[in-house]
């Protein structure tokens, strides 16, 4: 167990719906990281958040958000879901700060868009 | 843009016998780091590597960043169930965390 919760653990839903992860990181973490892994893929960096403030982007679409709340928890917002989009959807949490640090995975959401 | 090759995409080894993933970049990296993912599991963090050359061991599992920095390798000796997964390197441009790029992963099968 990495200490990292994920919800829910699956999701299924419609093409054109709107979905939302939820991330609570490591007690004392203050960076979270979204992942996309499609079946049998590598890690797709999304986006990292650090104390509330966005650090860094990757190849996130522009239907997809996140944001970092007060209390540290995070939620990814996936909008107009398209077929392509159902993935497992990894979180992981680290100290955060300057520097490269280890990241605290999560168990994952697998989100199915029929 | 950085880019990051594993090499190979998979590997099939009889228990007891050694495996080798390789982690290779277009560009200088500040750090590398390897997690391994179970099937049907999530990402664990394994090691950091700094160094030119460090080389870094855990167990049957052995470590190294080349002296270049721009490559690195995951050897692990004598092959058991338990080694089954995905190894993946992380690859760290700066010392700031926030320009890295995860490689596509070596898939590891350990026949009994």
């Known amino acids: 167990d990495s200490g990292v919760t994920q919800t829910p653990k699956h999701l299924i839903t419609a093409t054109g719906q709107r979905v939302t992860l939820r991330c609570s990181p490591r007690?004392?973490?203050?960076?979270v990281y979204w992942y996309q892994q499609s079946l049998d893929q590598g890690l797709q960096f999304l986006i990292q958040?650090?104390?509330?403030?966005?650090?860094a982007k990757g190849n996130i679409l522009e239907r997809f958000s996140a944001q970092q709340f007060p209390d540290l928890h995070s939620e990814l917002n996936l909008s107009s879901l398209e077929l392509g989009d159902s993935a497992l959807y990894f979180c992981?949490?680290?100290?955060?700060?300057?520097?490269?640090?280890?990241?605290?995975f999560g168990p994952g959401t697998r989100l199915t868009v029929t | 843009g950085q880019q990051v090759m594993q090499i190979p995409q998979y590997q099939h080894v009889q228990e007891g016998e050694d495996f080798t993933t390789y982690c290779n970049s277009s560009?200088?990296?500040?750090?590398i780091q390897w997690y391994k993912q179970r099937p049907g599991g999530h990402p664990v963090f394994l090691i950091q590597?700094?160094?030119?050359?460090e080389v870094k061991k855990q167990k049957r599992l052995t470590f190294q960043f080349g002296e270049a920095k721009k490559n690195s390798s995951l050897h692990i000796t004598a092959t058991q169930t338990t080694d089954v997964g995905t190894y993946f390197c992380?690859?760290?441009?700066?010392?700031?965390?926030?320009?890295?790029?995860f490689g596509p992963g070596t898939r590891l099968s350990v026949l009994p």
């Open positions: 992981a949490s680290s100290v955060g700060g300057q520097g490269p640090y280890e990241q605290y």
């Open positions: 007690s004392g973490d203050l960076s």
């Open positions: 958040y650090y104390n509330g403030e966005e650090r």
């Open positions: 560009t200088t990296l500040s750090n």
């Open positions: 590597l700094v160094k030119s050359g």
């Open positions: 992380a690859a760290f441009r700066d010392n700031y965390g926030q320009n890295f790029v």
